[in-house]
């Protein structure tokens, strides 16, 4: 196991997925919680049986698969059903996080999650990461990358923890709104940092 944990966050839409695949070229494990969300409501799983359940087969997409889109409009317009969904995936997601993270054989590894500070996942973690841009930036990007209304983005920016405040938790802070070789030069400079800490660990 990887004792020695970088957890790397980001507003939607702020480049985190660049920043971990770069990590992930230098050799670096990394642990996405968006990827791990996806996996524990796959079909057969504790977690899309429950939403079923919940919900009905409707919220299903014609494959089986979880129709995200559906859920999404729900629970951005239900409290109730928002809390309902936290509490029922926010264990599992958490249980197969650290399950991941043991089995991390990487120097150092990564924690990669859009909620990290909001999660208090940061209390896994030996040092943080901000991959950081304006929150237009992040509106542009993520209407264009998701087909979704600007609308939408907005009120998922909302949810989230501010920007300031995130810049103010954050070990390092990483400015992507710039060519991506830049910020290529600052992740190599910044991984030797994290390669020296976790032999220090």
């Known amino acids: 196991m990887s004792s020695w944990i970088l957890g790397l966050t980001g507003g939607i839409g ?18 996405d ?15 899309l049986n429950s939403i079923v359940e919940r919900f009905g087969s409707s919220i299903l997409s014609s494959d089986g698969t979880l129709d995200r889109a559906k859920l999404r409009n729900i629970i951005f317009n239900d409290e109730t059903e928002k809390s309902w ?9 958490r249980a197969q996080m650290l399950s ?3 089995n991390a054989a990487s120097p150092y590894c990564i924690l990669c999650a859009p909620l990290l500070f909001e999660n208090g996942l940061e209390k896994l973690c030996h040092k943080t990461l901000l ?3 304006p929150n237009d930036v992040q509106i542009a990007r993520t209407s264009a990358r998701d087909k979704v209304s600007q609308e939408q983005v907005k009120n998922i920016i909302a949810a989230q923890m501010r920007r300031e405040d995130k810049c103010l938790k954050a070990d390092y802070i990483i400015d992507n709104n710039r060519p991506l070789t830049e910020v290529q030069v600052d992740l190599d ?3 030797h940092i994290f390669l020296a800490a976790s032999k220090t660990n």
């Open 33 to 47: 919680a968006d990827i791990v969300a996806r996996e524990v409501v796959m079909p057969g799983t504790t977690g």
């Open 14 to 31: 702020a480049g985190k997925t660049a920043a971990t695949r770069h990590f992930e070229s230098l050799g670096i494990d990394v642990v």
């Open 100 to 102: 991941q993270l043991a």
């Open 131 to 133: 991959i950081d841009v």
């Open 189 to 191: 400079n910044l991984h």
């Open 85 to 93: 969904l936290n509490e029922l995936l926010h264990p599992l997601i």
